[in-house]
T-cell receptor
Framework: KAGVTQTPRYLIKTRGQQVTLSCSPI?????VSWYQQTPGQGLQFLFE???????NKGNFPGRFSGRQFSNSRSEMNVSTLELGDSALYLC??????????????FGQGTRLTVV | SQQGEEDPQALSIQEGENATMNCSYK?????LQWYRQNSGRGLVHLIL?????REKHSGRLRVTLDTSKKSSSLLITASRAADTASYFC??????????FGPGTRLSVLP
């Protein structure tokens, strides 16, 4: 079974631009969650999508948005990029809603650098 | 604020030694998970322990949970160079998605 696939792996963008990251979950998994990881803030939850609906959202500005398609693939968009958005963005999939008793399967991440 | 806080922040040991990492949390939990992350890569699930469990084993891993002290520990026995990674605990926080602590960076020296 293929794992969680994130594309692209690396990305360099300029301040003010926007970016779209993609996550393909494990086949059969319906939940996709996104995390931002930085040295200073650690792993911070962005949002969770389940059955094409955003179910939970972290404390991030509206510049961060996402969506999920009918095949459970998810995209995350960041508009008007700031230097502080430089981070490793991780997505995680699970067969059901991500709860504390659910194992999350992570992708390798997308390393975004904003210059 | 993060629900789980691991300590130490960093740990260096020699191959063959045991490594112990701790996770403390602030409010009551239902479950606690441990994950490993190799440098700059995705996280890998190690073990889940429920609030009514005190100890769980998985291979060279031993996890304990003390709900009275609001803490958990992860013990890796007979460590190997391949165990070099960051280790995170994740707990539930008021029904929200589980929240990760800042992690412990483990270096196992050959």
């Amino acid at each position: 079974k293929a794992g969680v696939t994130q594309t692209p792996r690396y990305l360099i963008k300029t301040r003010g631009q926007q970016v779209t990251l993609s996550c393909s979950p494990i086949s059969g998994h319906r939940s996709v969650s996104w995390y931002q990881q930085t040295p200073g803030q650690g792993l911070q939850f962005l949002f969770e999508y389940f059955s094409e609906t955003q179910r939970n959202k972290g404390n991030f500005p509206g510049r961060f948005s996402g969506r999920q398609f009918s095949n459970s693939r998810s995209e995350m968009n960041v508009s008007t990029l700031e230097l502080g958005d430089s981070a490793l963005y991780l997505c995680a999939s699970s067969p059901r809603r991500l709860q504390s008793d659910t194992e999350a399967f992570f992708g390798q991440g997308t390393r975004l650098t904003v210059v | 604020s993060q629900q789980g806080e691991e300590d130490p922040q960093a740990l260096s040991i020699q191959e063959g030694e045991n490594a112990t990492m701790n996770c403390s949390y602030k409010t009551s939990i239902n479950n606690l998970q441990w994950y490993r992350q190799n440098s700059g890569r995705g996280l890998v699930h190690l073990i889940l322990i429920r609030s009514n469990e005190r100890e769980k084993h998985s291979g060279r891993l031993r996890v304990t949970l003390d709900t009275s002290k609001k803490s958990s520990s992860l013990l890796i026995t007979a460590s190997r160079a391949a165990d070099t990674a960051s280790y995170f605990c994740a707990t539930d926080a008021g029904g929200q998605n589980f929240v990760f602590g800042p992690g412990t960076r483990l270096s196992v020296l050959p």
